[in-house]
Structure formats: C-alpha cells, structure tokens
C-alpha cells in the first residue's frame, strides 16, 4: 500500500510561483510512475504532468508546458510539481497518483485509471 500526501498548495496572483509536494509514504518511487492531475469546480480530472521513474520520461498537458516541471527527490521519497507563471484556469485541486510499473517500463501515463494510488488533494487558486 502506497500512501501519498499533497502540500504546498495555497491562494496565489497570476504570474506567481507554487511548488507543490507529494510525500510517498517512506517507499522509493523508482519503480513507479508518478503523475498530477488536477480538478476544477465542476469539470473532470484532467491531466497535468507525469515521471516515469522507471524508463526516465516525462510528459505535461500542453496547457501547462513550459510553466510546470515535474521531479522528484528518491532520497526524501517526495515528488514535486513546480508551478511558474501561473494563471486562473489553472485554479483547482491538485491531486499526486501513483502507479507501480517495476523496473523495466517505458512509456506514460496520462488517464486517472492508470494510476492506482491518489493522494486527498492540495487546493490551488489563482486570482486575476
């Protein structure tokens, strides 16, 4: 059983920075696929980022290429979103997720039903 804990979420202005952090519960994340999701007021959860510890690639929704990065520190078994210039749509509540895929994985996850652990989410606001 794989537990995740979300923090570093909070109420922000456009154009400011947040770094949100998932806590793994004191296992190694290397051979498992990590992602972000995030859901607004009234829409579905939606993909925002991913790591495959276990073949090195990384993806992110094109919403949010290039002011995100995914990454993680195997050593504090947490992995990190850091979010840059950010702006109202991206307001919602920011989930972490997990999947064990073993040592040898290539590829990634993109869909809330390839993931299996889920942390209880950090909310995220943005005024304008």
């Known amino acids: 059983q794989v537990q995740l804990v979300e923090s570093g979420g909070g109420l922000v202005q456009a154009g400011d920075s947040l770094r949100l952090s998932c806590a793994t519960s004191?296992?190694?994340?290397?051979?498992?696929?990590m992602g972000w999701f995030r859901q607004a007021p009234g829409k579905e959860r939606e993909f925002v980022a991913t790591i495959n510890w276990s073949g090195g690639d990384t993806a992110y929704a094109n919403s949010v290429k290039g002011r995100f990065t995914i990454s993680g520190d195997n050593a504090q078994n947490t992995f990190y979103l850091q979010m840059n210039s950010l702006k109202p749509e991206d307001t919602g509540i920011y989930y972490c997720a997990a999947r064990y895929v073993g040592p040898i994985y290539i590829g990634i996850m993109v869909r809330p039903n390839d993931y299996n652990y889920w942390g209880q989410g950090t909310q995220v606001t943005v005024s304008s």
């Open positions: 004191g296992r190694s994340f290397s051979h498992y696929v």
